[in-house]
């Protein structure tokens, strides 16, 4: 008797979720009630944990759960943190200087945050240096607010020409981010994503032809407003304090 109430403790104990295992659940919950909704598959979205305000222990606790893509806005700070965790894949997602592009081309699996043709140079040339390719998003201000980086939707085009013509640049899509202010509006964020979607869509028949243009990823959506991202056609969720906090 005794002993059969001291296991059921004990397998109860180990059922003991931690707040982070708790968070991941509710956004897999989310990610899969969005995408159900308009009719996509959930794993179209992938989920990059943006590890920029966390540490060594909470990033090894995120790989055990199953999270292998993580984001990073500063390149040293992505530099340090591959070097603890090679085996992971690492996304650059911050304000580009092209000064500093140098410790992330051919170490970022993906750099989100492309919106010059000088970041786009600077890259190619490291690359091909590298022996790399290196895959890009351009990062489009859609919402037009005036404190937001990213290209203008009307230079969107522009840009694709260059890189079309860089063998050292594969891009894979258009990133953004809703405006700060009004992003748990989720109307607003939505009208945003709308607007990454409609660009991105009439962008495709355009470069249909470039061999290092796809334009299958959208990198939109972060904690506060990745369901409505999601029902816009995201494929990247950027997420960083729903997950940690
Ligand atoms: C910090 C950051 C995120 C994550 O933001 P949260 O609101 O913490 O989810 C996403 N994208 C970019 C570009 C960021 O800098």
Not at 125 to 153: F, H, M, W, Y
Not at 191 to 196: E, I, N, Q, R, V
Request: with cysteine; hydrophobic share 45%.
């Amino acid at each position: 008797m005794l002993t059969t109430l001291f296991r059921i403790f004990l397998s109860e104990d180990t059922e003991i979720v931690t707040p982070i295992e708790k968070n991941y659940h509710d956004i897999q919950l989310t990610i899969d009630t969005a995408a159900a909704s308009v009719g996509r598959d959930p794993r179209e979205v992938l989920l990059v944990a943006v590890s920029k305000t966390v540490g060594v222990a909470v990033i090894e606790e995120a790989t055990r759960l199953g999270i292998h893509d993580f984001g990073e806005n500063r390149t040293k700070v992505l530099l340090e943190k591959q070097q603890g965790f090679p085996n992971e894949r690492w996304h650059f997602i911050g304000h580009i200087q092209t000064n500093k592009l140098k410790e992330v081309v051919g170490r970022a699996i993906l750099i989100h945050s492309v919106a010059s043709k000088h970041a786009l140079e600077v890259i190619n040339t490291l690359a091909l240096a590298r022996g790399v390719c290196q895959s890009v998003l351009i990062e489009a201000n859609v919402s037009g607010e005036a404190s937001k980086d990213g290209a203008t939707p009307a230079e969107v085009p522009g840009l694709l020409e260059y890189a079309s013509t860089r063998a050292g640049i594969e891009v894979k899509g258009l990133m953004t981010m809703a405006p700060m202010l009004l992003s748990h509006h989720d109307d607003t964020a939505r009208s945003t994503f709308a607007a990454l979607r409609e660009l991105r869509d009439n962008l495709v028949p355009v470069f249909s032809g470039s061999d290092n243009i796809s334009l299958n990823e959208l990198s939109m959506g972060m904690s506060d407003d990745f369901g409505a991202a999601i029902l816009e056609g995201a494929t990247i969720i950027r997420i960083g304090r729903r997950l940690w906090s």
